[in-house]
């Protein structure tokens, strides 16, 4: 069956109980020749938390949870072809890069799609997925953070309707190192 057929897989939210396939999924991203430019943790990192770990990060995004969304697409024979994550932001607080946030807004992560379903639509609807999700908790808007020389995911964001802020977020990596912040208002 063609990859690009849709209606081959099915978009949902994890439960809690899913998270041997959250970690699965992303220790698969982690591994992406790209891992580097998309991901601020290593797989070694990843590969060596314990049960604990997945446990938690699966139930504080699983259906039912409010903090946070993720979305997976479940294909034939359920194997998890794609995910993203959305993380509540709530205004007033201090975000990851140490800047206030004015305003309760969505934080798009965690975003991967297995090669062979690239360029199949599936990241799309992902997205479609997860933005409902936000508007529908009254997200004022959702933003996401993408490294200059990812220009694949840049692409895909913009195909979801994500626009650059203008707005950079630095990097460990020392001066000039630094990420494109994405918007989509609602
Ligand atoms: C990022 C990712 C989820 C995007 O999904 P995808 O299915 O590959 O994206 P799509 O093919 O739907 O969209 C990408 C678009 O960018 C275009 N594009 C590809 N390379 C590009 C480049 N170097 N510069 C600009 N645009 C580019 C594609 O042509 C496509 O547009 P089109 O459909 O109009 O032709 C997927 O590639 C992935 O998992 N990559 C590895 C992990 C990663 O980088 N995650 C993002 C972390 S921020």
Known sequence: MSASVPGDYVIRSIRAEEWPA???????ALRDPLAHLAYLETYDDAATRPDTYWQE????????????????AVGPGGLW????T?????????????????RRQGHVVGVFVRPEWRGS????ALFDAGLEWAWAHGLERVRLI???DNGRAQGAY???????????VPLAGGPGDHELEFVLER
């Open 146 to 148: 993408v490294h200059p």
């Open 121 to 124: 639509g599936l990241t799309k």
């Open 57 to 72: 990060r699966a139930a504080r995004a699983s259906e039912g949870a409010s903090g946070a969304r993720q979305v997976v």
């Open 22 to 28: 959250v970690k699965e999924l992303r220790l698969r």
């Open 86 to 102: 959305v993380l509540v932001e709530e205004a007033g607080t201090t975000d990851w890069y140490g800047s206030p946030v004015e």
């Open 158 to 168: 913009r195909k979801a309707g994500f626009v650059p802020s203008g707005r950079t």
């Open 81 to 84: 072809l794609g995910t993203l």
